[in-house]
């Protein structure tokens, strides 16, 4: 095998587990504000859990983090705790920090 093979393998190995990363954050990230809106909502036990999980599971709806967002502002909105976007993008950029920093160190 060749230094280029060699190289090329790393490169994909590096590849793969930077997406994996970005994977992990991005549910872990969403678990986190899933969790703080279920509070919000004063949401316990089982019914916060599924909330949190709808919350997770909304990144792969079409849009991503916009339909993440959207969901946590009309969610919030409905129960009488009026919410920006530009509240949540917050709070998802501070939970995406947590999150990095759980993982990494685990």
Partial sequence: ???FDDREKQFEARFKHDQ????KITARRNRLLGAWAAQRLRLTGADADAY???VVAAQFDAGGDKHVIDK?????S???HPTTPAQVRFELEHFAQQAKRQLINE
């Fill in 1 to 3: 095998m060749t230094t």
């Fill in 20 to 23: 994996e990363l970005r994977f």
């Fill in 52 to 54: 949190t999980k709808d």
């Fill in 72 to 76: 946590v502002v009309g969610d919030l």
């Fill in 78 to 80: 409905a129960k009488g």
